[in-house]
């Protein structure tokens, strides 16, 4: 990755955090852990949005067993 490309991609997370905060959504700590990891080019695009999902889809699930 260049550093060109690198910069763009720290803009862009930096850039998300601050519409979430904007917007007051809550963003965890295993999301901006993969924001960074995406970031320096350790995951793909793909990669981040299926750990994100299966994450998601976890939480969901355990909300369920207690409803």
């Known amino acids: 990755m260049?550093?060109?490309q690198l910069s763009r991609r720290i803009a862009a997370?930096?850039?998300a955090d601050a519409i979430n905060a904007?917007?007051?959504a809550p963003v965890?700590?295993?999301a901006?852990?993969?924001s960074c990891l995406w970031a320096q080019g350790k995951l793909t695009d793909a990669q981040m949005?299926?750990?994100l999902l299966a994450s998601h889809?976890?939480?969901a699930a355990q909300v369920q067993r207690h409803v």
């Open 32 to 34: 901006r852990k993969l």
């Open 22 to 24: 904007i917007e007051g």
């Open 13 to 15: 997370v930096k850039t």
């Open 49 to 51: 949005k299926d750990a």
């Open 57 to 59: 889809r976890k939480m």
């Open 28 to 30: 965890s700590d295993y």
């Open 2 to 4: 260049t550093a060109k």
